[in-house]
């Protein structure tokens, strides 16, 4: 399985030198195995991924709907060619269904082309709690702390198991993250797995006025990781307001104060892992 990142910031894209060695654009991963394609969240990364001509399904899963997760569907060339057979899933709702939420994004006055009209061969699946396979891929989906329905994504592949839950705020709540695997939320999705990425998006003093935001300390990600028994953490969705040399020093102090007995590093654009 090979995972490639091409978007890892949160909440607005951001450009300019101040952001260019981490990236600015926002969440976006790409998966593949043995000429499967898996497109993790449209954000404004989705501009960044290629698909090879001999591929003609992509699978697109969408962790939530908020802005900074879809805003690349109308920029991505898959959907504009009749060849193209394009496969979107991402989290049910009470009161609508996915179809219905994202036309609101492709559609007038937000976006020019309606999603009805898109001339690929245009699937959406509404996932819950649920257990699917695409291809080569084990993957399930279970809903997670973030505002407005949000899921987080195991992927398995035939030898390796991806986690995925950019946006997540396990530690909300009086105690803060808690220390019985049952009641914490995502425990599922990443326990044991050969690499996670993970919402990391402020310092803990930052986190002390934005609880409730649906985002994580570097810091209750790395426990959350270290309580999962995870092998290899990305610390993801970078706060826009966090300037290259402002990220490079947050994380510095934290690993001078945060031992694990795995790996962990911010998770940077354009960076590419090997899962064997």
């Known amino acids: 399985m090979k995972v490639v990142l091409k978007g890892v910031r949160g909440s607005i894209p951001t450009t300019g030198t101040e952001t260019s060695y981490y990236g600015g654009n926002t969440s976006c991963t790409v998966v593949t195995e043995n000429d499967w394609f898996l497109v993790l969240d449209a954000g404004s990364g989705l501009q960044k991924v290629t698909i090879p001509d001999n591929i003609k399904r992509v699978d697109i899963l969408l962790t939530h709907l908020h802005f900074d ?110 220390s019985d695997p ?15 990425l993970h919402d990391a998006q402020f310092t803990p003093e930052e986190y002390q006025n934005k609880i409730g935001w649906g985002h994580s300390s570097m810091e209750d990600t790395i426990k959350f990781a270290s309580l999962s028994g995870v092998k290899h953490l990305f610390l993801s969705h970078h706060d826009p307001f966090h300037s290259d040399p402002v990220l490079r020093e947050i994380f510095s102090e934290v690993q001078k104060k945060v031992i694990t007995p795995f790996p962990y590093e911010l998770a940077k654009e354009g960076m590419e892992i090997e899962l064997v």
Request: proline share 10%; charged share 15%.
């Open 182 to 196: 049952k009641w914490i939320s995502g425990f599922d999705i990443v326990a044991n797995s050969d690499l996670l």
């Open 69 to 178: 997760h879809i805003q690349g569907l109308g920029f991505f060339s898959p959907l504009f060619s009749p060849s193209m057979e394009v496969h979107i899933w991402g989290p049910a709702s009470a009161s609508q269904t996915l179809h219905s939420r994202l036309s609101r994004y492709l559609s007038p006055p937000l976006f020019p082309v309606l999603l009805r009209d898109l001339p690929s061969k245009v699937t959406l699946h509404d996932v819950e709690n649920s257990r699917f396979e695409i291809g080569p891929f084990t993957i399930e989906s279970r809903f997670v702390i973030h505002p407005g329905p949000t899921v987080g994504y195991r992927i398995k592949g035939e030898h390796s198991v991806f986690a995925y839950i950019p946006d997540h705020e396990p530690a909300l709540g009086l105690a803060g993250l808690l």
